[in-house]
């Protein structure tokens, strides 16, 4: 008992200082920001680096469930679509010519210096929120008939495979699969094939959550080797967003339940997984394998880094005279879908310029969004603030609700869309949240799987 009492007070000990340590790295921020002190921009990027690795070890133990929290994982995605770039320039580690030439028209200009101030805030935020309402969860009492489980399991596992089966349909018949060229084209020349794609992912996502929270010891493997083989594919293709985000939000999903492997384990999946994407990069626009020259791993962390340029661009409209959109790209999706059963307007989606995905495509191309991005459009500085509250805030609770098949279930179909975010823009994401609550909750009745308390 004096024990347990012990390694409470220590773990609140812990939590304390963890939350005075990143109060100090905000304020050096912010004093930077101010520039009462001046930061070099190699000096800026040193100190971002720093920045995410001090925030990361202190997640990872301040966090009831480290590094296999809700919010652990979704610092990571986010931090390394945002950061990796800046992270990896700082110890001067960019190797790879192409991706030199393609950030040497965005990435040292001034608006990528406020941009990086901007991903650093809204670091410092997030994982203060989400320590400071952090909790262990209480223990389960979940208490299923195993074979009500293993039933959703297997209709989980079906929509899977379904939906692995109309994404090679809808790719090969299109040629989205030939190389990732060939599948810009495709989904840029057809908004209706755009949306299946979207779609695609959203339910495969889904399919993957569902057999996540139902895998029990004895089930089997067979549908995580059916997603591990489309994920292959997928990544082959260049589609690293589609296959990472559901991946991460299938490991927090098993992570609630235990830990699903070691660290060291864990280290040389993370290992291999870069080096994959510094082979898929090297392809991914001509499709060509045949010539592999470049194996930094920290490529590839530069690489997923882009994200950090939808940021700079907001930053360069507002300079150019963008009017803040004051909250109506977060509303938009939500009256458009109301103007289908209400006389309200509905301009059709490539002429709202309140649906960002549709702004950024027109002034940028294709180069996805951010939430950083899109809070600061909407409200300024004040708007980073904001969201990275919101989802500090909202993940923590996640991790606090005791883990159930339908606690976890309705949690990860939440999140897929939420992490899908991390490179995109607000629009799709009320939708698929309901749409995904909705066919969980009628599957979950199908499959006859209730909580017994």
């Known amino acids: 008992m004096r024990y347990m009492q012990y390694i409470s007070e220590r773990q609140s000990l812990f939590k304390v200082c963890s939350i005075i340590i990143i109060i100090m790295m905000g304020v050096i921020l912010l004093t930077s920001f101010w520039q009462a002190i001046v930061?070099?921009?190699d000096g800026l990027e040193i100190f971002s680096l720093l920045n995410w690795l001090i925030l990361s070890a202190l997640l990872a133990y301040a966090l009831p469930k480290g590094i296999w929290s809700i919010c652990f994982i979704f610092f990571s995605a986010?931090?390394?679509f945002?950061?990796?770039?800046?992270?990896?320039s700082a110890v001067g580690m960019i190797t790879d010519k192409d991706i030199l030439y393609s950030i040497s028209f965005w990435f040292h200009r001034a608006e990528t210096v406020y941009a990086i101030y901007l991903m650093n805030f809204t670091m410092i935020i997030y994982a203060l929120t989400a320590i400071t309402f952090s909790k262990k969860a209480p223990q389960s009492t979940d208490s299923l008939d195993i074979s009500l489980i293993k039933r959703f399991h297997n209709i989980g596992g079906t929509i899977l495979l379904f939906m692995i089966t109309v994404f090679l349909l809808v790719g090969f018949a299109t040629g989205a699969l030939q190389s990732y060229t060939a599948y810009l084209t495709v989904i840029n020349q057809s908004p209706i094939i755009t949306l299946m794609f979207v779609y695609i992912y959203?339910?495969?996502?889904?399919a993957v959550v569902f057999v996540s929270v139902s895998y029990r010891p004895g089930f089997g493997l067979l549908f995580f080797i059916a997603f591990a083989i489309w994920a292959v594919l997928a990544f082959k293709v260049g589609l690293r967003g589609e296959v990472m985000f559901p991946s991460c939000v299938a490991a927090a999903m098993l992570g609630r339940r235990r830990v699903p492997i070691g660290t060291f384990k864990l280290s040389i999946m993370v290992f291999i997984m870069l080096i994959a994407i510094v082979i898929v990069k090297n392809a991914r626009l001509s499709g060509d394998y045949s010539e592999i020259d470049n194996m930094n791993p920290l490529n590839a962390v530069a690489e997923m880094g882009s994200s950090l340029r939808t940021?700079?661009?907001?930053?360069?409209?507002?300079?150019?005279g963008f009017k803040l959109l004051y909250g109506t790209?977060?509303?938009?999706p939500f009256e458009r879908q109301l103007a289908l059963f209400l006389p309200i307007p509905r301009p059709p989606a490539k002429k709202d310029k309140r649906l960002?995905?549709?702004?950024?495509?027109?002034k940028a191309g294709p180069i996805g969004f951010s939430p950083v991005a899109e809070a600061y459009l909407n409200f300024g500085e004040k708007g980073i603030v904001f969201i990275a509250f919101i989802l500090g805030i909202s993940l923590a609770k996640f991790d606090a609700i005791p883990s159930s098949v339908r606690s976890d279930t309705l949690i990860g179909v939440a999140l897929i869309p939420l992490f899908i975010m991390i490179r995109n823009s607000f629009t799709f994401i009320p939708v698929q949240t309901i749409m995904g609550i909705v066919?969980?909750?009628?599957i979950l009745q199908l499959a006859k799987v209730k909580v017994v308390n």
């Open 78 to 80: 986010f931090s390394i």
């Open 202 to 206: 959203l339910f495969l996502g889904m």
């Open 329 to 332: 790209s977060y509303w938009a």
């Open 311 to 320: 940021v700079q661009e907001v930053v360069k409209w507002r300079n150019e």
């Open 39 to 41: 930061f070099t921009r």
């Open 356 to 362: 960002l995905n549709i702004v950024v495509q027109e």
């Open 82 to 88: 945002h950061g990796g770039l800046v992270f990896v």
């Open 439 to 442: 066919i969980s909750l009628i």
